[in-house]
């Protein structure tokens, strides 16, 4: 049997003219994280709900837990847990309505079925809204109450796509700590994200995907060496200076510097020592900072790194260094 | 399923072992949908309604407007005009609400819940149309008190006339097929509220409901005879009031099994195939 909880070979999806997936493998072990990394519409969605049974693909492989998820839909379907990017619920029906649906569905007897549901809400902060439509819920008590349906069933799989967005700061801790749970009861996640600081946080492997394809795969140490880890952001309170500053971070760096919005400059970085160098410097030169921050690189970045550098994120074309990543990851 | 892992895990709360049998699950899951259906009727039930009001307002209209002038007195008229109007309730509500609810849930997240779970493809279709029939049921129960208010008694025995209720909702059901399957082909809501809309006239009021379609100018006749809500009118009125049944009942028997054998797996097909 397989190994694996979960298994995509050259997985092929196109929509009409438009090719969603074009050969995608992704795969976690048991127990483990598969963070996917890509901006939006590089095909995270529709591995997604390949995976879910959702969608057909056109050609290629998908198993859970080993089972096809075409020609094993409904054995898949009492293995998976999923949580879209759009809440899948219904508005009409309670917090607790919903949950003890969703377990009535998994063939829970119906005191099971609220036992479960009255869990989950405690677990997901949602008890005082229990009794009310979802209809009157914030964004962020739906996204909670969306994972909460996910988990019902205690599935072995949990597919999130894109969970953080629309979370305040503090619940998504709060989500990352539920992944965390997941996974030390043994379940599987696949979570789709843009942001490598949460793909680094959660996940065991990263796969970043763009245009439908896996351009870098391994774990997130691996794809920090690759993409430098960490990157300094400046931005100096005269923008006149932007020159001088851009100098510093690249001769420091050894990279080029980045302008990420209209005064600010990033440049990845091999190691947090950089700082404390390009402080030094911009002292000596007498450049005053409105904002100074070591963080790990956005999506940009990761991109940049990733495709070259000569194609930036808004026009990415075919990798260049694939290979390279690949072979490092 | 999963090989064991070293560390214990809780068994699936799912396992294969809670799976009975296929039809058995079916039913269930559907009932499950039915109730989830009723109890968002019964938080709004204005959606409801509205499949009594329109019957009732025809009811009340026709009878004390043209009552007089076309059978003589408004209570002959009455027990004319009632079972048809029985029917265009259980008929309307199916019309209008089956095919909408599906829709609206098709283009809400829900529909990928459902969809990811391990029950029967056509079990929130299910699910939604025997929601209906209990609504059908309802509306039907409103019509017949205000009926019996109005001076409406049935004609026949209590077995004719529960054969007239059961006949009734069944056309009904059968019906809300294709509402449903519009419902699910459609993308635009308003475009089946649209067509529920406008396919009500003809069906409803182009039929023997208010005069007999002997008395219907030739086009109409034409149109009535075929129509399938004539059928069931007469049918129920039959039923009800002990008029000749003339093939009526099995008439409607026949059209309401190929209503249901052409769109219930049009309808299940099309929904399955949605993604």
């Not at chain 1, 599987?188 to 394809?213: C, K, M, N, P």
């Not at chain 2, 029967?120 to 929601?131: E, T």
């Not at chain 2, 059928?231 to 000749?244: C, F, K, S, V």
Request: contains cysteine; charged residues 20%.
């Amino acid at each position: 049997m397989d190994d694996h909880a979960f298994r995509t070979e050259g997985l092929v999806k196109r929509f009409g003219r438009t090719t969603a997936l074009a050969g995608v493998d992704l795969h976690a072990r048991h127990g483990t994280v598969l963070g996917v990394l890509g901006p939006n519409g590089a095909g995270k969605t529709t591995a997604i709900r390949v995976l879910a049974t959702l969608t057909g693909f056109d050609a290629g492989t998908a198993r859970v837990g080993g089972l096809d998820v075409v020609r094993d839909a409904d054995r898949v379907r009492r293995l998976i847990g999923l949580t879209g990017q759009y809440a899948t619920l219904d508005e009409e029906l309670t917090g607790l309505g919903n949950l003890v649906l969703i377990g009535r569905l998994l063939d829970l007897r119906k005191p099971d079925a609220v036992r479960r549901a009255k869990e989950l809400l405690d677990r997901f902060g949602l008890e005082d809204a229990a009794r009310r439509p979802v209809a009157t819920y914030s964004g962020g008590m739906r996204r909670r109450l969306d994972l909460a349906a996910s988990l019902v069933g205690r599935p072995r799989v949990v597919f999130l796509d894109e969970p953080s967005v629309g979370l305040d700061p503090g619940r998504r801790e709060d989500l990352w700590r539920v992944v965390r749970e997941l996974t030390a009861d043994g379940a599987s996640v696949l979570l789709t994200t843009q942001y490598l600081e949460e793909a680094d946080a959660l996940a065991d492997s990263i796969a970043v995907i763009d245009h439908g394809r896996v351009i870098a795969h391994g774990t997130p140490s691996e794809l920090k060496r690759i993409v430098g880890g960490q990157a300094i952001a400046a931005r100096p309170r005269d923008p006149h200076r932007l020159g001088d500053a851009a100098r510093i971070l690249t001769a420091v760096s050894g990279h080029g510097a980045e302008r990420t919005s209209t005064h600010e400059l990033v440049v990845p970085v091999d190691d947090d020592r950089s700082l404390f160098e390009v402080a030094r410097r911009f002292e000596e030169q007498g450049i005053a900072l409105a904002e100074f921050s070591l963080r790990l690189p956005g999506l940009d970045e990761v991109f940049l790194a990733l495709t070259g550098g000569d194609n930036g994120a808004s026009d990415r074309g075919a990798p260049t260094d694939t290979a390279t990543a690949r072979s490092r990851a | 399923m999963t090989p064991a892992t070293p560390t214990a895990t809780p068994a699936p709360a799912t396992a294969d072992a809670a799976a009975p049998r296929r039809p058995a699950r079916l039913l269930r899951h559907s009932l499950v949908l039915t109730g989830r259906s009723l109890a968002k009727s019964a938080r709004n039930p204005g959606a409801m309604l509205n499949g009594v009001l329109t019957p009732a307002l025809f009811l009340v209209l026709f009878t004390f407007l043209f009552g007089g002038s076309v059978a003589g007195s408004t209570d002959a008229y009455l027990l004319y005009l009632f079972p048809g109007i029985a029917v265009m309730g259980a008929g309307l509500s199916g019309m209008l609400s089956s095919g909408l609810a599906i829709n609206i849930d098709m283009k809400k997240g829900v529909f990928d819940r459902f969809r990811s779970l391990p029950i029967g493809r056509s079990a929130p279709l299910l699910g939604s149309i025997l929601a209906d029939v209990v609504r059908y049921a309802v509306a039907v129960a409103l019509l017949f008190g205000i009926g019996y208010l109005m001076g409406f008694r049935v004609q026949t025995d209590a077995a004719s006339a529960l054969g007239a209720v059961a006949l009734m909702l069944g056309f009904g059901f059968c019906l809300s097929w294709v509402t449903v399957f519009l419902g699910v082909l459609v993308r635009d809501e308003n475009a089946v509220m649209g067509f529920a809309f406008i396919a009500f006239i003809p069906l409803m009021l182009g039929t023997s409901l208010a005069a007999p379609v002997d008395t219907l100018p030739g086009w109409l006749q034409a149109w009535a005879g075929v129509n399938p809500a004539t059928h069931a009118m007469d049918a129920a009125r039959a039923l009800l009031t002990g008029t000749p049944a003339d093939g009526s009942i099995i008439r409607t028997l026949v059209w309401s099994a190929a209503l249901l054998a052409v769109f219930c797996p049009l309808a299940v097909a099309a929904y399955a195939r949605r993604r």
